[in-house]
């Protein structure tokens, strides 16, 4: 994916996140990984936003949405004035309740065939970066290890001032992939195996990829 192309479909992201009605509220927008190294071209884009629950219910819009459209939980898991404005967009996951980060994803990134990984978790990109490595190391499960290396491009309703043209600039200096896991707690030999891992895992994906993850 062209650097360029990339940097602008972020700058979209956190326009939507920044003025549009989104399915959940966003408190966070980071990018992490090859973007933030700079590098042109990426293999994938990555990006990562953090989601705060909905702290009111509807119900009333959640039998409706049920009966229209056979998603359960609009109005609970997603808004339903997001619902309401964007129905083509809803999605549902596996139980048939619809999937924030699935509709996140419709809305945020609308050409499916991009290269361009979602990741969307309630914690903070600091936060889960550290519970992902845990949880992975424990299970020597590698390739589910969140690339640290990140930039904070939007947080509790403000845009950073800068992080945009930095990245346009490439003027983020970052250490290798094994050298920020060590710098997390890993070992090298562990740090290399991870890293191995994590770029095989990631070289599987094609278009656009979403994950939805709960700490």
Known sequence: MDRDAALDRVDAVVDAVESETLPVPVREVWVYGDVALGLDPLDRLDVYVTKDILLRGDPDAAEAFERSHGVKGVGKS??????????????????????????????????????????????SFEDNVTQRLKGAVAREAYEQILDPRGVCLYADGQRSPD??????????????LSGALEMLGLEGDEAETAVEAMRAYRAEQTGTSVRGDVV
Do not use: I
Request: proline share 8%.
């Open 163 to 176: 992080a945009m043209s930095k990245l346009r600039n490439s003027e983020f200096a970052f250490p290798t």
């Open 78 to 123: 997603v808004r339903a004035e997001w619902a309401r404005e964007h129905p083509d967009l809803l999605r549902a996951n596996a139980n048939g309740y619809a999937a924030p980060e699935k509709c996140l994803a419709a809305h945020l990134l609308p050409d499916d065939d991009e290269p361009v990984h979602l990741e969307v978790c309630n914690a």
